[in-house]
């Protein structure tokens, strides 16, 4: 499985672009990034996927540069309900017996 | 309409008691998740089932036990509890087919304190 590496934690405001950045140098062909979303007394979410290029819907953007050696979630304007644990996930655990590999997260702060 | 639903959300017990936490899901999944959320956050994968079959078992202590009555239904028996038990324990299930790779769903936890 690839490794990942993301801040600890980052700080916002609302209304403010946030961007958190996912390294996996060892990602493999057939591995997709996925990013999980875990509020605060919550399970994680899983909020958008991505296998290359930009991926988008309604709550976050996903780019992914060409070597896919890394990517960048987007939230755009933050609201306060944004603070929460970001897992960034590299792998393909397929659409059965997933054992998903979670790392430590980004802490997302968003202050008034 | 809860998708992934747990029992209890708060458990306060101690040392050495046997302790039960029930997990139901509606989405109509194959496939249900046990993981460990530690103290300092660190989120593990315990067991898999599918159709009431053990798929996973990741080296967790023989005194847990999982057990799937039918699909809809994973629970976990806690026996002898010891203090480094103490954790937020997440329920999860997802599709085997037609769904989206990689996603699963979770319950919102039961948080185990053991004194």
């Known amino acids: 499985l690839a490794k990942t590496t993301q801040p600890i934690s980052m700080d916002s405001y609302e209304g403010q672009e946030v961007n958190i950045t996912c390294s996996h140098n060892?990602?493999?062909?057939?591995?997709?990034i996925t990013w999980y979303q875990q509020f605060p007394s919550q399970g994680p979410r899983f909020i958008i996927q991505?296998?290359?290029t930009k991926v988008t819907n309604e709550v976050a953007s996903l780019f992914i540069p060409a070597d896919r050696k890394s990517s960048t979630l987007s939230l755009p304007r933050v609201s306060l309900s944004d603070t929460a644990v970001y897992y960034c996930?590299?792998?393909?655990?397929?659409?059965?017996?997933?054992?998903?590999?979670f790392g430590t997260g980004t802490r997302l702060l968003v202050s008034p | 309409d809860t998708a992934v639903s747990q029992t209890p959300k708060y458990l306060v017990t101690q040392m050495g008691n046997d302790k039960s936490i029930k997990c139901e899901q509606n989405?109509?999944?194959?496939?249900m998740y046990w993981y460990k959320q530690d103290s300092k956050k660190f989120l593990k994968i315990m067991f898999s089932?599918?159709?009431?079959?053990?798929?996973i078992n990741e080296t967790v202590p023989n005194r847990f036990s999982p057990k799937s009555p039918d699909k809809a239904h994973l629970n976990l028996h806690i026996n002898s509890l010891e203090l480094g038990d103490s954790a937020v324990y997440f329920c999860?299930?997802?599709?085997?087919?037609?769904?989206?790779?990689?996603?699963?769903?979770f319950g919102p936890g039961t948080r185990l304190t053991v004194l």
């Open positions: 999860a299930s997802s599709p085997v087919i037609s769904g989206r790779r990689n996603e699963q769903f």
């Open positions: 060892n990602i493999a062909t057939n591995d997709y």
């Open positions: 991505g296998y290359k």
């Open positions: 996930l590299v792998g393909d655990y397929g659409t059965g017996f997933q054992k998903l590999v």
């Open positions: 989405l109509g999944h194959d496939t």
């Open positions: 089932y599918n159709n009431k079959e053990l798929i």
